[in-house]
């Protein structure tokens, strides 16, 4: 008899330790299963910057009804997260310049000939906004929190909800879909502090600059008027060394 | 045996060595980069019921509403040459040919067999009659960068202030006309100089000498010795400026702005000249885009801020100027290449004011046409009342490669 309890306790006591091993597993499978949205957002974010500063060229090809309507070109310089300037290129916009340092920003006019202080309303301007154009660290701007993994074509794709942090932010909230494999960008829906839905996004194009994979080209689509979309390609992407003094707000010196 | 090692070592550190020279160095910076533009602007102003100084013996016009039109056409040029991001080399320049049409001496009652007055009348009227060419050279400056220093020397439109219409901050800014604050015709012309900027993180120093020996007399300019101190803190663009005019006044001053939430931005200078200057401004911006601007302006009655149709006598002036704009008027084809603006400035004392419309359409990239209209308004006396017209309509055609 007293081997039979020996035995039972034994066994029991196995069952036991089994079953705790059992749900520490699938405790610990759980958590590994989601993923960092933080570490997501900011490994995204190098597919749009990834140096310390950097140069490159934007042009925006605006269509409506999938005929090409208007075209803008810009040359960006990035130095760090928080600050952007923006030289534009085009022949109607000739001499304009475009100043973001952190939530502040400054538009410099050929007509005025000095920094005019601009208020974020005044960034959503256009089809593609300065802010599509010269803020590119979502991680700075927005915290991000992970929703779900689905599937876009042929892509596993992490969906992330972002939120706006800062009041430099140009859109309130994102739902951003990243690749499972690399966290690269694949789409992203944009919404105003209404809740209104304005823009979405699909990242297009990518190339290989200095071994880095970098964006070439993305889309925005307007939600508002559904036959309207621009374009946005980048081109001659390359880092480079800037002096603060091009990031000075009282500079009349542009260029 | 050793070497067998050593070549796997070897070849892992040339492999690290390349991956550091190719992952983060920049590359070198083009040796030269070079910007132009032109425009070319075809502006035709007409002057309703225009009524110019006349001599005591032209007695009146045969037709008191004589409308004078003038006919412009502006040519502006401009390039910049910057060498390895520390040489720079700039100019600007504004041709300009213009043609009166309306206006004659056959349209006054001259005393017959007067020779006299018919001549002082042709000289009253030379300023509305004929045709004339110039040449403004508006900027024109070599610029060196050096480590934190920034130098030019050379002419060069520099704008202090922070004011929209008003700004008597902008001690070595072009004269700024409340009715045309943007220099619709890009006319300025900027001031002869050698200035030296500090820039060392938020903070940045300015120290500049203009000289007026170059400029006309009637742009009534002095030589003048300027400081600024800027400091971008908290949000606030902040700026002390401190400075002197020979034969004139030393001169302080306080600039500031600030944005507030999405949509407000303040700004504001006071200027010590004498006495007290204070402009305040506010500019709202609403969701669909219409920006407004509102600013009150005090300046002392001094020969530096009085203009000619003030008397010396009338005391402290108060001006108050409001606009309200929108460009890309609607985000649909064929609107959005609408630009619409309307301001008004009203000298508060006598009451009187003038009011301004500007419409604005783009064709493509190059081609943009407008419509400008300026309303008077105030009794004879008055400052906008004095303006010798009824109204001034423009339009105009701009191409700008």
Known sequence: ?255 | MRLLWAIPVMLTLCAGRIAVLAQDSAPPELRSDFRYSFAAIDDATFDSSLRPPLPAAATMLKDPSVTLLQNQLLLEPSFTLRYRSRWSVAASAVGRAESFHGLSVAEFDVPSGDAAAAAALGTALEPYTGTRTQLRVKESYAGLSAGDFDFTLGRRIVRWGTGYAFTPAGVLDPPRVPTNPTDRLNVNVGRDMIKADWVHGPHALSLAWSSAALMPASANLHDTIAFRYNILMHGFDTSLIAGDDRAGDAFGGVTFTRVFGQAWELHGEGVWREQGAVVMGAKYTTSCGVSFIGEFYTPPNIAYYRDMSISPSAGRQHYAFLYAGKSRLRELPGWKQWDLAASIVENLNDRSSTVIFDATRRFGSHFSSYLHLEIPEGGKGSEYGATPYSAASSAGVRFQL
């Open chain 1, 1 to 255: 008899m007293s081997n039979i309890n020996c035995v039972l306790r034994t066994v029991l006591l196995l069952l036991v330790v089994g079953f705790l091993l059992t749900c520490a597993l699938v405790c610990r499978a759980a958590t590994l299963a989601v993923p960092d949205a933080e570490a997501l957002l900011k490994r995204s974010d190098a597919y749009r910057n990834g140096w310390p500063s950097y140069v490159l060229r934007v042009k925006i090809t605006h269509y409506e009804s999938g005929k090409a309507d208007e075209d803008k070109l810009y040359e960006v310089s990035q130095k760090g997260t928080e600050r952007t300037y923006v030289e534009f290129l085009s022949p109607r916009e000739k001499g304009e310049h475009l100043l973001m340092l952190g939530d502040d920003m400054w538009v410099y006019l050929p007509d005025t000939s000095r920094p005019v202080r601009i208020t974020p309303l005044e960034r959503l301007n256009g089809d593609a906004s300065n802010g599509d154009v010269a803020r590119t660290n979502f991680s700075v701007d927005y915290s991000a929190v992970y929703l779900r993994t689905e599937k876009i074509g042929a892509e596993n794709c992490y969906v992330l909800d972002l939120t706006a942090k800062r009041k430099g932010s140009t859109y309130q909230r994102i739902l951003y879909w990243l690749r499972v494999e690399d966290a690269r960008p694949v789409r992203a829906e944009f919404y105003l502090t209404s809740g209104k839905h304005i823009k979405s996004a699909t990242f297009d194009e990518y190339v290989t600059v200095n071994g880095r994979s970098r964006l070439l080209r993305w889309t925005l689509y307007d939600e508002i008027r559904h036959n309207s979309n621009s374009v946005l390609e980048y081109s001659n992407i390359a880092p480079r060394e800037l002096p603060d003094k091009l990031f000075y707000q009282g500079r009349t010196d542009r260029f």
